[in-house]
């Protein structure tokens, strides 16, 4: 089992040293003089210990955010960022892409669940870009990844990253939907609102797109900033990959609906839509998005775990892993096999 302990470590990660001096807490926050019992490990991503999960040496961070209030079809987003958390203690850390165990090289810090307001979208949306904003003040250097939660807190997350850009950013929306109606069902904070919350202060370029509204499309007319690849033109050959690179800005930032892929790998979320991205041409894009441009941040929403379905969720928390890895590509030596 890969997530079983190794007997000789107290979690997953760990590099084996002793807590400082005078410490009561061992690497698993229990006491030291009972550190030695068979915990489980820790939940945090990946399962990591004290010392590869550790804030100040960590260059990744984890926030998890369970909103959900304007979903439209089938709901669940709210237990999303628990289950990939759960499930991405199961992943084998060694990534053969990247030919090194990059969890607890890299350092990824998990910060607890965001609880917003239950006062209404407006409020709820407030109270996230604050928090946002103080979470990349802190986080200064490191890589924040956003857990979803429903597309909405998106938008309050990409206005906070943008605001700190002197140039204008893009934003890759990986999505079946293009979330440009200026409202849906009388809020203008609805999921599917999530980019008409942001097209003044970013372009973006939305790939995967194969459900979307007339309304929509006179939106993305009047935006020079808004470019659409729809999943057809993804599965005639690979030139998309092309055209959305050159449209991208040198800042960018990724987020990305799960309801992206093709229900086939992903049926756990609430608007499915045939079609769409696969795992191995999705990675392979993200991994040249990451390589040629500087991406700030990113986030994975809408995925609404299906009781008894561990394989959604699972997908999701190794797409998160791949995420960090492809940003951090430069510190490992490379693929183990030749591509
Ligand atoms: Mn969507």
Partial sequence: MPNRRDPDQEGRGSSGAEPPPGSHRGRLGVPHAVRDLPWELPHTFLGLDEAASDFQSASAVILPVPYESTTSYGGGAKAGPSAILEASRFIELYDQEMGAEVGAAVGIHTLPALELTRAGATA??????????????????????????????????????????????????????????????????????????????????????????????????????????????????????????????????????????????????????????????????LKRVFREREVIGCDVVELAPTPGLHAPDFLVAKLVYKLIAYRFQDRFPGPVFDV
């Fill in 124 to 285: 709820a949306m407030a109270e996230l870009r604050a928090a946002h904003d103080r979470v990349l003040e802190v986080a200064g250097d490191r890589f924040v990844v956003m857990l979803g939660g429903e597309h909405s807190v998106s938008s309050p997350a990409i206005r906070s990253h943008a605001a700190r850009q002197e140039d204008r950013i893009t934003v890759l929306q990986l999505d079946a939907h293009a979330d440009l109606r200026p409202e849906y069902e009388g809020s203008p904070n609805s999921h599917a609102s999530a980019m008409a919350r942001v097209l003044d202060v970013a372009d973006v370029v939305g790939v995967g797109l194969r459900a979307v509204s007339g309304e929509e499309m006179e939106v993305a007319a009047a935006h020079d900033g808004v470019h659409l690849i729809w999943a057809d033109e993804m599965w005639a050959d690979d030139r998309w990959m092309d055209r959305a690179l050159d449209l991208l800005s040198p800042k960018v930032y990724i987020t990305y609906d799960v309801d992206y892929l093709d229900p086939a790998h992903m049926p756990s979320t609430g608007t499915p839509e045939p079609g769409g991205g696969d795992w191995y041409r999705t990675n392979r894009f």
